[in-house]
């Protein structure tokens, strides 16, 4: 992090800037640097010499407690060497430089750190640019522009630059679920206008965003993941949703943890992942709604970004909550007799028991795979029949036996249905048992995903990839994205006939492990 702080203060030190045009893609020019760089060292009163640059272009923990999350760093400023050290840091700040927010570390520590970002953005854009990436050796240093809000994330973490873009996105999603876009009018009032007040105790809510991009596939997978439940027990919960649903409620979700059980929604009103995602997030970082029945206003910024719809929030059972959407700010008793009539139901219906059964016992695990008698030999069914139960018993026993997994050395993998905007992947199973291990592919994953969807070059339709930690394959159709890790070892071949039989695994689940009531997005 030491580097980095060198890079940002001067804006120099091994320095490749991605400089964005309107119109197409432009090198920032050595005299513009050194302009920049003496602003840079006025604001920090920092003095160095030595200094070699480069120009560029390029194309545009889960098991961690809310508290934890929160407090992590909170005292920590520019000038602490815990603070220097920490791999991933992101911001917000207005174009005054004022900060508005940052993972780590005090805000009001941090004001001399946010008022030099702020100015190699303003210098940028006083030429006609818009900086979007800048590189300072291991570190890259990402920048999205949103009117008068600035969102900065400086990280070392390997992740391309298109994955740390999409996470600054969708920082500025759930900062609009809280406060709705309209909040940039204050601004243009007041530049200097201070937003903190306003996010006031809403630090966990971005803190436990933040944390989801190492864990959750749907932060870059723009898909949103179900519990796995009976056809019948799926249909019974989206009948009682569907008939409460009307001119005065627009969406009604029931969701267990950040897995949707069923969603249903007014004419023509449809839910972006993203927004299922965010909703989710803000609902389950927050301790308060599991205290008592809340009503509270929320945006869902891909429906209506520039207002507020009321929330009647509840937690039903276990990590059971229901969550039902209004325009009409007087509708709580409205909403609360609705959710009346949808709990007797889904009690009557033993919904909400099937639910927090699926949740501690279903998944798909990868020792499941059906057996292919035409692509195994009978050495493999045996090979098979001896992995599948040395899996079994770690699952059991909860520990990690090296080199077992599923048919063919498959390891894990995820499935997108494009149609449905829906995913679901394998559980992890040895020897993918350590947090390190599972945090590890899934940025894997990230970084594939990223190269399969380079706009420049168009999405690429199949990938093949083998290091030494394992094989990656990805597929890619119109109907579904495939994503799967193998054993290093394992064969081409093998990996290209196990994902044909994954896939069409998939389609025999497709009713217990899709909501296939769903809406098709179009976005």
Same mark, same amino acid.
């Given at each position: 992090?030491?580097?980095?702080?060198?890079?940002?203060?001067?804006?120099?030190?091994?320095?490749?800037?991605?400089?964005?045009?309107?119109?197409?893609?432009?090198?920032?020019?050595?005299?513009?640097?050194?302009?920049?760089?003496?602003?840079?060292?006025?604001?920090?009163? %920092?003095?160095?010499?030595?200094?070699?640059?480069?120009?560029?272009?390029?194309?545009?923990?889960?098991?961690?407690?809310?508290?934890?999350?929160?407090?992590?760093?909170? #005292?920590?400023?520019? #000038?602490?060497?815990? %603070?220097?050290?920490?791999?991933?840091?992101?911001?917000?700040?207005?174009?005054?430089?004022?900060?508005?927010?940052?993972?780590?570390? +005090?805000?009001?520590?941090?004001?001399?750190?946010?008022?030099?970002?702020?100015?190699? $953005?303003?210098?940028?854009?006083?030429?006609?640019?818009?900086?979007?990436?800048?590189?300072?050796?291991?570190?890259?240093?990402?920048?999205?522009?949103?009117?008068?809000?600035?969102?900065?994330?400086?990280?070392?973490?390997?992740?391309?630059?298109?994955?740390?873009?999409?996470?600054?996105?969708?920082?500025?999603?759930?900062?609009?679920?809280?406060?709705?876009?309209?909040?940039?009018?204050?601004?243009?009032?007041?530049?200097?206008? +201070?937003?903190?007040?306003?996010?006031?105790?809403?630090?966990?809510?971005?803190?436990?965003?933040?944390?989801?991009?190492?864990?959750?596939?749907?932060?870059?997978?723009?898909?949103?993941?179900?519990?796995?439940?009976?056809?019948?027990?799926?249909?019974?919960?989206?009948?009682?949703?569907?008939?409460?649903?009307?001119?005065?409620?627009?969406?009604?979700?029931?969701?267990?943890?950040?897995?949707?059980?069923?969603?249903?929604?007014?004419?023509?009103?449809?839910?972006?992942?993203?927004?299922?995602?965010?909703?989710?997030?803000?609902?389950?970082?927050?301790?308060?709604?599991?205290?008592?029945?809340?009503? =509270?206003?929320?945006? $869902?910024?891909?429906?209506?970004?520039?207002?507020?719809?009321?929330?009647?929030?509840?937690?039903?059972? +276990?990590?059971?909550?229901?969550?039902?959407?209004?325009?009409?700010?007087?509708?709580?008793?409205?909403?609360?007799?609705?959710?009346?009539? $949808?709990?007797?139901?889904?009690?009557? =219906?033993?919904?909400?028991?099937?639910?927090?059964?699926? #949740?501690?016992?279903?998944?798909?695990?990868?020792?499941?795979?059906?057996?292919?008698?035409?692509?195994?030999? =009978?050495?493999?069914?045996?090979?098979?029949?001896?992995?599948?139960?040395?899996?079994?018993?770690?699952?059991?026993?909860?520990?990690?036996?090296?080199?077992?997994?599923?048919?063919?050395?498959? %390891?894990?993998? #995820?499935?997108?249905?494009?149609?449905?905007?829906?995913?679901?992947?394998?559980?992890?199973?040895?020897?993918?048992?350590?947090?390190?291990?599972?945090?590890?592919?899934?940025?894997?994953?990230?970084?594939?995903?990223?190269?399969?969807?380079?706009?420049?070059?168009?999405?690429?339709?199949?990938?093949?990839?083998?290091?030494?930690?394992?094989?990656?394959?990805?597929?890619?159709?119109? +109907?579904?994205?495939?994503?799967?890790?193998?054993?290093?070892?394992?064969?081409?071949?093998?990996?290209?006939?196990?994902?044909?039989?994954?896939?069409?695994? $998939?389609?025999?689940?497709?009713?217990?492990?899709?909501?296939?009531?769903?809406?098709?997005? =179009? %976005?």
């Amino acid at each position: 992090m030491e580097a980095v702080l060198a890079a940002v203060d001067m804006t120099v030190g091994l320095v490749a800037v991605a400089a964005v045009h309107p119109i197409s893609a432009v090198q920032l020019g050595m005299g513009s640097w050194s302009n920049l760089a003496s602003v840079a060292m006025e604001l920090n009163g %920092w003095r160095g010499s030595g200094m070699q640059m480069s120009s560029r272009c390029t194309h545009s923990l889960h098991g961690q407690t809310h508290m934890q999350l929160s407090l992590r760093g909170q #005292m920590q400023d520019d #000038m602490s060497i815990k %603070w220097r050290k920490r791999k991933k840091h992101f911001f917000i700040i207005s174009h005054a430089g004022k900060p508005i927010y940052s993972r780590y570390g +005090d805000e009001n520590k941090l004001a001399g750190f946010s008022a030099t970002l702020q100015a190699i $953005i303003s210098y940028v854009e006083n030429s006609g640019d818009s900086v979007r990436l800048v590189q300072a050796g291991n570190h890259q240093i990402a920048f999205i522009m949103k009117g008068p809000i600035y969102l900065v994330c400086i990280s070392c973490t390997e992740e391309p630059f298109q994955a740390l873009k999409m996470q600054l996105e969708l920082l500025y999603g759930q900062m609009l679920l809280i406060l709705t876009k309209s909040i940039e009018k204050y601004f243009g009032k007041n530049a200097k206008f +201070d937003m903190r007040p306003l996010l006031g105790g809403t630090d966990v809510v971005f803190s436990s965003l933040i944390h989801s991009f190492s864990w959750n596939p749907a932060t870059f997978l723009h898909a949103y993941t179900c519990v796995p439940l009976s056809c019948a027990t799926r249909q019974a919960a989206s009948g009682i949703l569907q008939d409460v649903v009307d001119s005065r409620v627009i969406f009604a979700i029931l969701m267990c943890r950040h897995k949707v059980i069923s969603i249903a929604g007014a004419e023509k009103a449809t839910l972006h992942p993203d927004d299922i995602l965010l909703l989710s997030n803000f609902i389950v970082s927050s301790e308060s709604f599991r205290t008592s029945e809340a009503f =509270s206003p929320i945006c $869902i910024p891909r429906y209506n970004s520039t207002a507020f719809l009321h929330a009647y929030v509840h937690y039903l059972k +276990d990590n059971t909550v229901l969550v039902l959407l209004t325009t009409d700010h007087n509708g709580f008793y409205h909403l609360k007799d609705c959710r009346i009539r $949808i709990e007797t139901v889904l009690n009557k =219906s033993n919904v909400l028991n099937e639910v927090k059964t699926s #949740m501690l016992n279903a998944g798909l695990h990868v020792e499941d795979l059906p057996s292919d008698p035409i692509v195994q030999s =009978s050495y493999g069914h045996q090979q098979h029949d001896k992995d599948h139960k040395l899996a079994v018993a770690a699952r059991e026993t909860k520990k990690d036996i090296v080199g077992v997994g599923g048919p063919g050395g498959l %390891w894990h993998f #995820m499935y997108k249905s494009i149609y449905l905007d829906q995913y679901v992947a394998s559980e992890f199973s040895p020897p993918l048992t350590s947090h390190r291990a599972q945090k590890s592919l899934l940025r894997a994953y990230q970084n594939l995903y990223s190269s399969m969807h380079i706009e420049a070059l168009g999405p690429h339709k199949m990938q093949y990839r083998r290091d030494r930690n394992y094989i990656l394959l990805c597929w890619i159709t119109q +109907d579904f994205e495939l994503y799967a890790a193998f054993d290093p070892l394992a064969e081409k071949s093998m990996a290209v006939a196990t994902s044909n039989r994954v896939c069409q695994w $998939i389609r025999d689940l497709e009713n217990e492990i899709f909501f296939l009531g769903a809406t098709p997005f =179009s %976005w």
